[in-house]
């Protein structure tokens, strides 16, 4: 759980009408999917599916370096290739010592 998230919690229970771990007006929400596609149609921002968010949370901890074994924990793959497959490839920076290393424009003539 980040810094955010407990306060968040917090206030959400203190606010609470229900007892209920999630609620809506004060009754029992048995399920996410309709609330985050109404929530996705208000927004306007086209096709997003609920696992659309994990993928983003992965990537987003990827380009801040964190190490793959702790994603890949996060998401509780069950290999680590999993992770490196499904999100590996959409950080610029993941190949980039590689590409570095084939820098012709720097090599010297005859050399």
């Known amino acids: 759980m980040n810094?955010?998230?407990?306060?968040?919690?917090?206030?959400?229970?203190?606010?609470?009408?229900?007892?209920?771990?999630?609620?809506?007006?004060?009754?029992r929400v048995k399920g996410i999917r309709t609330g985050f596609a109404n929530a996705v149609a208000r927004s306007g921002i086209g096709h997003v599916r609920i696992h659309d968010l994990r993928h983003t949370a992965a990537v987003a901890m990827l380009s801040e370096e964190v190490p793959l074994e702790k994603v890949s924990e996060m998401l509780d793959h069950s290999k680590m290739a999993v992770t490196f497959s499904t999100c590996a490839g959409f950080l610029p920076q993941h190949m980039q010592d590689a590409v570095d290393v084939l820098d012709f424009a720097s090599l010297k003539r005859g050399a």
């Open 3 to 27: 810094n955010a998230t407990r306060p968040a919690l917090m206030a959400a229970h203190e606010a609470a009408l229900a007892d209920n771990v999630i609620e809506y007006a004060g009754r």
